[in-house]
């Protein structure tokens, strides 16, 4: 959605309303005007006609109109062909043998008498001056509205800077706060009592939000290290259980299921910090250039026993070898990592994997269960598509958050019976 300026939007409404109050008043004023006009016409034509009559028609023989007509430039006597009746007033273009030009009058068709015959008397008035002089009011009107506006903007823009610049401060203030540096911005107060309400409410909701970021961040350093050493502490008593001669096999296969528990619990537990702390941006700000080929290649080689395991064949394919990124090494292995394991743990026995290289994009097609994933569950956390895979399903979700922490994007398709994950590092190659 296109964004506006609030002035720029509210100059619109004044603009739109401006050119509707023009679109309306204008035509109404000019026909109004020029009705009136025509109407002040009509009773000097008909005055004209009263005066005519009454001296020069009623004497008048048909042997003489020819000789009226060539000495009354503004009145002609015309043969009644359709009897007219009544007195008629039209606006009619007559040429102008003066000006060599047609132009606009009102005449005036009154039917008399001339020796018994039926005559039409024709009394015509030069409007021309006075349309032009409405056209120029009108156009006139048009101006003054037209300055109006852009009058009316320039000080709306000029009460708009002053009005709204305690605005501008407090957003400027919260566009640069930075809920890590533990520092909450203190607004200005102004003589506007409603930027006063608005700069209260924002410190109170930035100081809970501080707090409440302290206790979490408390919370993720702490559970870090009290959480992991008891589980270090099970895993290692376990293990010492194994050790024992005297266990029995059944025994040695319930503390060996113990094992697995606790190791996946440890791995669910630092996948979960892991995720805390880019939420709450405790990742150190160490990035530097990696280069995206030599890190898979040392994934694959991690991961290449879990894929013969299942028997996965595994191609690479690289189109741009010097393809890097600017970020955090853990986090980017940590994101690689994940989608290969992804591919390998959902994959089927005997199948394969295609890794490709290209301009800025990496793409990751595994084989799989036939039938495409649902896409508003893969990225969510303990959103796992397949039950009966091992794991936790916080992989893709990591991958996810790593991907938004740097602004790249990965998508998932299926295409051609493969599952395809594609991740795009288009705003990373600029740099």
Sequence with gaps: MKQHKLLNKTLHYYIGFGILMALLIEPGFYLLIKKYHLHEVDEYLYLQLERTADKSIKSLKISDISTWNRFNSESMILHDTVHTEHIIYKTESVFNEVEQEYEPYRVLYAPVEIESEK????????????????????LLQMLLLACLMAGLGVIARFIHERLWKPFYRTLSLIQHFNIRKNEAPRFPVTDIKEFNQLNLALEKLIDNNLQAYKIQKEFTEN??????????????????????????????????????????????????????????????????????????????????????????????????????????????????????????????SGGRIQVTLATDTLTITNTGIDKPLENSLLFRRFGRMNPAAKGSGLGLAIARQIGSLYGWQINYDFEGGMHKFEVNFHSEMKK
């Design 119 to 138: 005559y039409l008397l024709a009394i015509q008035m030069s409007i021309d001056d006075f349309q032009k002089t409405l056209q120029s009011s009108v």
């Design 223 to 348: 559970a870090s290290h009290e959480m992991q050493t008891p589980l270090a502490v099970l895993r290692s008593q376990l293990d010492m259980l194994l050790q024992q001669p005297s266990l029995t096999k059944e025994q040695s296969t319930i503390i060996q299921t113990l094992h697995e528990t606790i190791s996946r619990l440890v791995r669910m537990n630092n996948n979960l910090l892991l995720l805390a702390k880019i939420d709450n941006g405790q990742i150190p700000d160490n990035p530097q250039t990696l280069y995206v080929y030599e890190t898979i290649k040392k994934s694959l080689l991690l991961l290449s026993r879990l894929a013969e395991t299942s028997n996965i064949a595994i191609e690479m394919q690289s189109d741009d070898a010097e393809m890097f990124v600017y970020a955090n090494q853990q986090l980017f292995e940590c994101m690689v990592n994940n989608l290969l394991t992804n591919a390998i743990k959902h994959n089927i």
